[in-house]
């Protein structure tokens, strides 16, 4: 038994329990130790050998030092930050023709990656579903009219899957998004021998069954990494800067300092720049709204 550490890549969380991949491809079952600042998916680590492997089916050890991050996906409420994943590329949304998706979520993850300076493009998925087609472009035009990429897909008749994968090819992605909307199917069609778990969306409740619990990576070639994360119903905010929440939203940016009062809150306030912004058609008004409400939200404590 050797006690000298070494590097691994954390694949998959499961609570305050991790999998992480050594530079030989071997699978070690981790705990991290003490109080470490929360571990997160795709961070690289420094790990020691537990050595006492008799009856698990991985060998153990403890995660001593997470390597500096390049960034952090996130969320967070008012009490705490919520890792999602580390050391990203890009995340891609993904919507469907069914179930509805809320473009509030959409928006949010968009500020979210924006403060971390992380890419953002969104994927809408089971474009088969033809006549549910309109409806889930309409809601994503606003997006697309500020310049969030989107590429449509479907694991069924694999339209778009190309295209994605070139997308895709030498980075590390994280698919993210409300659950049932194809996540998942999406790693299994990317990644052959993925074998991501697959769940049935209600049709009645209109909403996925929240199949994905673990956030976990999937290898599809040495250096291409897609994360699976599991569906998403709130993203809150609360961890970023009243600077990080204005610089977020592309298309208020040119009009930031324009208001005629410095203490504008962007509401029915006269010479407002970003409500002018709106009103020709450059910004829509719940982009608009959730900027302001994530402004306030922070400002104030509940
Ligand atoms: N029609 C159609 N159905 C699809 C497509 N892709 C996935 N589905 C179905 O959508 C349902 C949900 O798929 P998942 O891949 O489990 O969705 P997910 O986003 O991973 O969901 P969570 O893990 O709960 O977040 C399954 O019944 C899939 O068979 C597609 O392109 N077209
Ligand atoms: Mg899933
Ligand atoms: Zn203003």
Known sequence: MSTTAFTAR???????????????????????RGKKREVAVNDLVRVTDLGNSGDVSQPQAVIEEIDARKNLFKR???????????????????????????????????????????????????????????RAEALLDPFVQIGIPVIRTSTLDGRGLDRLRDQLAGKSTALTGQSGMGKSSLINALVPDAQATIGDISRYL?????????VQAYQ???????????????????????????????????????????????????????????????????????????????????
């Open 220 to 302: 599809a070639g040495v250096d291409t990494t897609i994360i699976d994360v599991p569906g998403l119903q709130v993203f809150g905010l609360s961890h970023l800067s009243d600077e990080q929440i204005l610089l977020a939203f592309p298309e208020f940016r040119p009009y930031l300092g324009d208001c005629r009062f410095r203490d504008c809150r962007h509401d029915q306030d006269p010479g407002c720049a970003l409500q002018a912004a709106v009103s020709a058609g450059n910004a829509t008004s719940p982009r608009l709204a959730l900027l302001r409400r994530l402004l306030i939200d922070i400002k104030t404590p509940a």
């Open 10 to 32: 954390v694949i998959a969380s499961h609570g305050r329990h991790y999998v992480a991949r050594d530079n030989d491809g071997k699978l070690w079952h981790c705990i991290a």
């Open 206 to 214: 209109d909403t996925g069954r929240h199949t994905t619990t673990t």
């Open 76 to 134: 967070s409420d008012q009490f705490k930050e919520k890792a999602i994943t580390a050391n990203v590329d890009q995340v891609w949304f993904v919507v469907a023709t069914e179930p509805s998706f809320d473009p509030e979520l959409l928006s949010r993850c968009q500020v979210a990656c924006a403060a971390e300076d992380i890419d953002f493009s969104t994927i809408l998925n089971k474009a088969d579903l033809s006549d549910l087609l309109p």
